[in-house]
């Protein structure tokens, strides 16, 4: 069994990481989006870079501000400062689709989130960043704009599958905004629930397995969520249109994401990355995982919890190698 390895930080001179994600198949695959308006392709094996495509150009701003991959791997969907949704093949490196003015113009990582059930379907905050975009991988237009949902900007976007109970088995989007308010929509604009919290809502981390599938274990699903609070954990009480909060951490949370099983909790909190681990009833803190010198704007997992990554405003990617992966062993042996 491999243990856990020491954080390699891999330093970016021109093209200052904002954003990060791994693929969701491959599990050494990486890819951040940078200030020079390049998509960097890396190997968390190797910690090196296996490819670059850029998107900027001499008469729009560079920055890229958000980044996901796909759910089959093959696209990687970036947002700009320009205003601009871009697609882009995989394998090829190369751009495939363009969306022009319609994603916010916001500096630092932006909310961009894939569906969970439809792979072409994404949706991204307007151009006034108080309403939804939505987008259709397929399509040369828009699909659908939720226009002024929130009073303020949007701060970050989630998808809950259709197991959870305001979606009557489809799919929903949540978002959290500025001022406080946490809104569940349907994808085509119907509100479903809201409630309000001490501003802001700066992030969201459903716990990953399906609605309340391990209850019976002790463990409800949970919702948490970084606010003026700090880190609250909020669990649908027994009429699921009631929120139950209760506060977790004082400090807070720039991004966060639990682990494939929903057992520990990674998130970024200033120039820390710290660890949860998740109790039927509470959230401890475990201790902090490392640090970078200045603040963490974006950080994700490894398909198979392997790699952590982060992306700080030092300009380095923070590698770390966490253990073996959590389907089982993959080596093998001859018996004699």
């Known amino acids: 069994m491999q243990e856990e390895g020491s954080v390699q930080f891999l330093h970016q001179k021109s093209n200052s990481p904002v954003c990060c994600a791994f693929h969701p198949k491959d599990r050494y695959t990486f890819a951040f989006g940078g200030s020079d308006g390049e998509i960097a392709i ?10 670059t495509v850029s998107l900027a150009t001499l008469s729009l701003a560079r920055a890229l501000n958000a980044l996901t991959f796909s759910p089959d791997g093959s696209k990687v969907i970036a947002t700009s400062v320009s205003r ?3 697609i882009v093949d995989v394998e090829r490196g190369t751009p495939v689709l363009a969306y022009d003015n319609c994603v916010s113009p916001g500096e630092g990582r932006q909310p961009l989130v894939m569906h969970p059930g439809q792979p072409y379907l994404a949706a991204c905050i307007t151009v006034n960043a108080r309403g939804i975009t ?5 399509m040369p237009l828009p699909f659908d704009f939720i226009y002024d ?8 976007l989630c998808f809950l599958d259709g197991s959870w109970p305001w979606g009557s088995g489809k799919p929903v989007l949540v978002s959290g905004s500025s001022v406080g308010q946490v809104k569940v929509n349907s994808v085509d604009g119907r509100p479903l629930c809201a409630f309000t919290t001490e501003p802001p809502v700066t992030c969201l981390a459903p716990s990953p397995e399906p609605y309340n599938t391990t209850v019976s274990q002790g463990y409800p699903s949970v919702m948490m969520a970084s606010t003026g609070e700090g880190l609250v954990c909020w669990c649908v009480g027994e009429r699921p249109w ?13 991004r966060m994401k639990y682990t494939h099983s929903g057992g520990l909790l990674y998130s970024a909190q200033g120039r820390s990355v710290n660890r949860y681990r998740r109790y039927p009833e509470s959230h401890q803190c475990v201790g902090e995982v490392y640090a970078h010198t200045a603040p963490i704007l974006d950080l994700d997992l490894s398909p198979y919890n392997e790699y952590l ?15 073996s992966p959590n389907h089982g062993w993959t080596q093998y042996c001859e018996f004699t």
């Open 42 to 51: 890396l190997s968390a094996l190797r910690g090196e870079l296996v490819r």
């Open 84 to 86: 601009k949704v871009s």
């Open 134 to 138: 939505l987008l259709d991988l397929r």
């Open 149 to 156: 949902l929130h009073e303020d900007s949007i701060n970050d």
């Open 242 to 254: 009631k929120w139950e909060s209760k506060q977790v951490s004082p400090s807070r949370v720039s």
């Open 309 to 323: 990554i982060s992306a700080g405003q030092d300009s380095k990617i923070g590698l770390l190698r966490l253990g």
